[in-house]
């Protein structure tokens, strides 16, 4: 009975573990994504166009590290993953208005040299 | 005995009741609402088709969290991933469109290079328009093309000009891109950008034109040395200025490669 109780308690830790440990190495994959996203973000144009949603998501991805370092791992995943949409958001927004930006310049400067035409 | 089976068979299906309808989730709802607003969008669905489709995987996701009566933390967080990925696909669509929209110019001034130089007298043998012809034919496509004895005339119609203005329509300026291009790469070429008025209008019109040709061209990195610009008034129709037809057609700047 004795041995039976160690040989379940065993099981019940080794199953403890093996959970734990998938569930650390999932959140750890999705805090290196989210770290990726983040600071492909940062190195973007989102910095000057879209700060607010870089905003966000450096602050998702901090809390993400702090949940993982307290053992908080389903928290820590899912802020990272958090995380990414908003870094990614961050980016795309900012892409959006620079193309937006530069298509007016273009728009622009083909105007104002044929007004300059017009007048000369 | 039976009514006590059949009140058990009334609770259990009440109680089954209880458990399929899952209180209704906010956050999912409005995931959906995004998710719909974003393929409802023609512009998203045929310019971020692939960002569309990771909204919906994202959605689904979170519809099977809350079906399997996940924890509500799950289903607000997959909805919340949701939300943004339908906001992901809008935003890639709108960028998408204005990389379309943005005039040729853009994409000729990041590809811009120093031209190659050709040595002027490497052509005297055979007509220099000749040498070039099939590349020259790939760059006017459209543009009426004729063959005269001091060169290649190339007409820009009223495609490119209203009545009584001397702006160029940005809609029709790819045809000249493509000219601009095949002189930038051929800076041994000389050209003569002649304008021409239809008649009705002041002949002021026929220079304006012929400049606004030429400061494109410019523009567009071809040499400014290598080209002139002429007025010929209404001196020179090509058809009756009678017509409105006619009167469209005489309506044109002449580009002349010359031999």
């Known amino acids: 009975m004795r041995k039976l109780l160690a ?3 065993l099981a019940a830790l080794s199953g403890w573990s093996l959970a734990c440990a998938t569930s650390n190495s999932s959140t750890t994959r999705a805090v290196s994504q989210a770290e990726l996203a983040v600071s492909e973000a940062a190195t973007s ?7 607010e949603d870089l905003q966000l998501a450096r602050s998702k991805l901090a809390q993400a590290e702090q949940a993982a370092r307290s053992g908080n791992q389903e928290r820590a995943r899912r802020l990272a993953e958090q995380a990414l949409v908003d870094a990614q958001l961050a980016e795309v927004k900012a892409e959006s208005e620079a193309a937006r930006l530069s298509a007016r310049e273009v728009e622009t400067r083909i105007d104002g040299f ?3 035409l017009i007048v000369r | 005995m039976k009514t006590k089976l059949s009140l058990l068979a009334a609770l259990g299906s009440g109680l089954l009741l209880v458990a399929c309808a899952t209180p209704a989730n906010r956050n999912l709802q409005r995931a ?10 023609p ?40 939300s943004k990925r339908a906001e992901i696909a809008r935003f890639s669509a709108r960028r998408n469109a204005h990389v379309a929209s943005a005039p040729p110019v853009v ?12 040595p002027r007298t490497a052509t005297t043998a055979e007509s220099r328009v000749e040498l070039l012809s099939a590349e020259l034919a790939a760059a006017l496509q459209d543009l009426r093309t004729r063959r005269v004895e001091r060169g290649l005339v190339v007409s820009v119609e009223d495609v490119l000009f209203e009545p009584e203005r001397a702006t160029l329509r940005s809609d029709a300026l790819a045809d000249l891109a493509r000219l601009a291009d095949f002189l930038h ?9 002649e304008g021409h008025s239809d008649g009705t209008e002041s002949d002021d019109l026929s220079i304006a034109r012929a400049r606004v040709v030429e400061s494109y061209l410019v523009m567009r990195g071809v040499e400014a040395t290598c080209i002139t610009a002429h007025a ?9 200025s009678a017509s409105a037809v006619g009167r469209a057609q005489n309506r044109r700047v002449e580009i002349v490669v010359l031999d």
């Open chain 1, 7 to 9: 040989h379940l308690a």
């Open chain 2, 232 to 240: 010929h008034g209404a001196a020179d129709p090509v058809a009756s």
């Open chain 2, 107 to 118: 994409v000729v001034e990041r590809t811009l290079e120093p031209a190659p130089v050709y």
């Open chain 1, 45 to 51: 144009e989102a910095a000057a166009l879209a700060p």
């Open chain 2, 185 to 193: 790469r051929h800076p041994e070429l000389e050209v003569q950008i």
């Open chain 1, 114 to 116: 044929q007004r300059t």
């Open chain 2, 43 to 82: 512009q998203v669905r045929s310019l971020a088709p692939s960002a569309l489709q990771d909204a919906q995987v994202a959605l689904e996701r979170a519809e099977l969290a809350q079906r399997e009566s996940r924890s509500r933390e799950e289903v607000d967080h997959l909805s919340y991933l949701a």
């Open chain 2, 32 to 41: 959906q609402a995004d998710y719909a607003a974003a393929a409802n969008d």
